[in-house]
């Protein structure tokens, strides 16, 4: 499958959470490798777990190699503490991550995707991203003005 066709799948998973997250946004995440889907997961009701913690263990811990879809960049920090989004996709192993487009909240806000890319993985960022920010509208009114 394509990169196209795998972030429509990962939008389509995160849109029927819109306005059911809390404060954070709705987030799709597919784990892939051609057209093979081992793991998808979206932003759990009240906004946790998050969207790549649960395609993580969707796969069954089988995400070494993989290619991570995700609808708005992994965060680098988490509010409530715990293991942050773009670490448990390097730990992971995952090889590539694809990314709709970059969280302006200060527990991303770039550092996410720096943080992947210092660990050797290769990130691709714009995939749908107008598509991702409608889907979010709120939460980047909110944090793009921050």
């Known amino acids: 499958m394509s990169d196209l066709l795998l972030m429509q799948r990962a939008l389509a998973l995160a849109a029927p959470m819109i306005g059911r997250t809390g404060d954070n946004p709705a987030v799709g995440c597919v784990l892939a490798l051609g057209d093979a889907v081992f793991g998808e997961g979206v932003t759990a009701e009240g906004g946790r777990p998050h969207a790549e913690e ?31 989004c773009a670490d448990r996709l390097i730990e992971a192993g995952v090889a590539r991550v694809v990314i709709a487009t970059r969280d302006p909240h200060p527990n991303a806000a770039g550092a996410g995707i720096e943080r992947l890319r210092a660990a050797g993985i290769a990130v691709e960022i714009g995939v749908l991203e107008d598509e991702a920010r409608a889907q979010n509208a709120a939460f980047f009114a909110r944090w793009d003005r921050a």
């Not at 993580?56 to 509010?79: D, F, H, M, N, W």
């Open 54 to 84: 649960r395609a993580i263990a969707a796969s069954g811990g089988a995400a070494q190699g993989l290619t991570a879809y995700v609808t708005l960049e992994p965060c680098a920090k988490r509010s409530a503490g715990g293991v942050a």
